[in-house]
């Protein structure tokens, strides 16, 4: 099996700045898709930001020029660098990762997801 863990949600002033991370666990044999995605109250989970197999980073309209996806392949993570965050940036913010056990075999995996408000 594998588990995403993330961290590094919180409360934060708007104009201020966080970073998420997120880490995969288990059964891995490589990772071909990274992204993050959040739930506003009373609205539907969209994309913020999505990268497969290191090629150009997809943003969300709202967020482009605001925040940065990276990846760090040799230690399965994904990171989220979220600044001059504004009100409507707060929800619950997701990892996604499609993980291949082998050369024939993938899932997609889900992290639990983590709290972030924007104070405005």
């Known amino acids: 099996q594998v588990q995403l863990v993330e961290s590094g949600g919180g409360l934060v002033q708007a104009g201020g700045s966080l970073r998420l991370s997120c880490a995969a666990s288990?059964?891995?044999?490589?990772?071909?898709?990274m992204g993050w995605y959040r739930q506003a109250p009373g609205k539907q989970r969209e994309l913020v930001a999505a990268?497969?197999?290191?090629?150009?980073?997809m943003y969300a309209d709202s967020v482009k020029g605001r925040f940065t996806l990276s990846r760090d392949n040799a230690k399965n993570m994904v990171y989220l660098q979220m600044n001059s965050l504004k009100a409507e940036d707060t929800g619950v913010y997701s990892c996604?990762?499609?993980?291949?056990?082998?050369?024939?075999?993938?899932?997609?995996?889900w992290g639990q997801g983590t709290q972030v408000t924007v104070s405005s």
């Open positions: 996604n990762m499609v993980v291949h056990f082998s050369t024939f075999s993938h899932d997609t995996y």
């Open positions: 990268n497969t197999n290191g090629g150009s980073t």
């Open positions: 288990g059964r891995i044999f490589r990772i071909t898709s």
